[in-house]
């Protein structure tokens, strides 16, 4: 009877100890604050990206496709919630807006294309569909290093329909402005090679120079 009595025991700890690890009510929020907000990859991006737009643009991260598109009024009952369910479930990388209105002018998507199951890396059709069916530009841009602002402006301004940056000429190595004034020439002068003969030569008298001239003329 002892025996029985205490497998009962053993059974009920067995079972609080079970129980215990999949009920914690010491702390009903089981969360903890993230180390960024971004990904390095991510943070390089949105540094790049606001260099090429920010003259432009307001740069919104992370904004819920419901907040950019809502749904229509003429749309069935049926349509609206299935609609609204696909809106708050899609998220978007980036939005341009323009600064005063806060008008969304652009959604730009950064796309791990590197596998399958990188971040975006499958289209969303949902996503392109209602953004074109809205009239919003939409840029899907693949990870890559070596991205400029230049090449950035560019994507942009064709995907907005305007005129593309001028892109300036790339030089490799270290190039030196010309000069700002002429440089006098390293090769001395007629007058500098003459000066020190000159000042060699003694002074003449007026009966030498004559007698020189005369001699000169006679030889040619």
């Not at 294309?113 to 939409?138: N, T």
Request: one cysteine or more; proline letters at 6%.
């Amino acid at each position: 009877m002892e025996f029985v009595m205490l497998l009962l025991v053993l059974l009920v700890v067995m079972v609080a100890l079970v129980a215990s690890r999949f009920i914690d009510n010491s702390n009903p929020f089981q969360v903890q604050a993230k180390s960024s907000l971004f990904s390095p990859v991510e943070r390089s991006f949105l540094s790049l990206l606001e260099k090429a737009a920010a003259a432009d643009y307001k740069i919104l991260n992370r904004v819920k496709l419901a907040d950019v598109l809502e749904v229509r009024d003429s749309a069935t009952d049926k349509t609206r919630r299935s609609t609204l369910l696909k809106l708050n479930a899609k998220y978007l990388d980036f939005i341009l807006c323009e600064p005063e209105s806060m008008k969304v002018i652009a959604v730009v998507d950064l796309v791990n294309v590197q596998h399958r199951d990188g971040h975006k890396a499958v289209p969303d059709w949902f996503v392109s569909g209602a953004l074109e069916a809205a009239g919003i530009p939409y840029l899907r841009i693949a990870i890559k290093s070596g991205y400029t602002v230049t090449e950035l402006q560019a994507a942009l301004a064709q995907k907005l329909g305007k005129p593309a940056p001028k892109v300036e000429p790339t030089l490799k190595g270290l190039v030196k402005k010309g000069p700002t004034r002429p440089i006098r020439s390293l090769k001395p002068t007629t007058a500098t090679l003459a000066a020190p003969a000159l000042r060699a030569v003694p002074a003449l008298s007026h009966s030498q120079i004559k007698a020189q001239s005369t001699a000169l003329i006679q030889a040619s």
